[in-house]
Structure formats: C-alpha cells, structure tokens
Nanobody, 115 residues
C-alpha cells in the first residue's frame, strides 16, 4: 500500500533553515509528481511546492518562492523540501502528497519558526 513518511521538522529561529524528507513506498515513485503541502493552525491546507515525476520542473507558492527548494531522488524513493530564510508564518504541519487515483498523505511533520 502507498506509504509516505515525513521527517526533519523541528523548532528553528526566524531566518534559519530546515530540510524535510519524505520517504515513499508502495508505488512506482519515479512516474509520479510529488507535492508538499502545509497546514497552519486554524487554516486550510496549502500547496507549497510540486515537482514533476522526473524532477525536471518545479512550482512554488508565491509565499515561499526563492526560499524553498523541492527536489526528488527517484533512486531513493524520496522527495525533499529545503527551507531557507524561514519566517514565523512558515509555522505549520508539513505534508508530503501523491495523487494516485486519490490523494495520499503522510502523517505530517511539525515546523515551528520562533525566537
């Protein structure tokens, strides 16, 4: 079955960096685009970044463009989100996502940006 497991969240000061990882299993990872979403307290889930199946193209929400980088390693069945210049408004639970007939989600990883 499809499984997505995020890791790498934590507490970081404003201006700092964090790298998130998502390990995927149960499907042919190399043929699917992947996405990172986030959900802040009291808000809906927001698409942060997406990447094509072969990693050749990426897209970002305007709020993170230039600060976040999504990447995909098909040999390791993993997708990553490098987050730099973090702001308090980046505080959220971050989720890895793949669509295979329907949405599949990981359990999420908490990112807290605070001094």
């Amino acid at each position: 079955q499809v499984q997505l497991v995020e890791s790498g969240g934590g507490l970081v000061q404003p201006g700092g960096s964090l790298g998130l990882s998502c390990a995927a299993s149960g499907f042919i990872f190399s043929i699917y685009p992947m996405r990172w979403y986030r959900q802040a307290p009291g808000k809906g889930r927001e698409l942060v970044a997406s990447i094509r199946s072969d990693g050749s193209s990426t897209n970002y929400a305007g709020s993170v463009k230039g600060r976040f980088t999504i990447s995909k390693n098909n040999a390791k069945n993993s997708v990553y989100l490098q987050m730099n210049s973090l702001k308090p408004e980046d505080t959220a639970v971050y989720y890895c996502n793949v669509v295979i007939g329907r949405d599949y989600w990981g359990q999420g990883t908490q990112v807290t940006v605070s001094s």
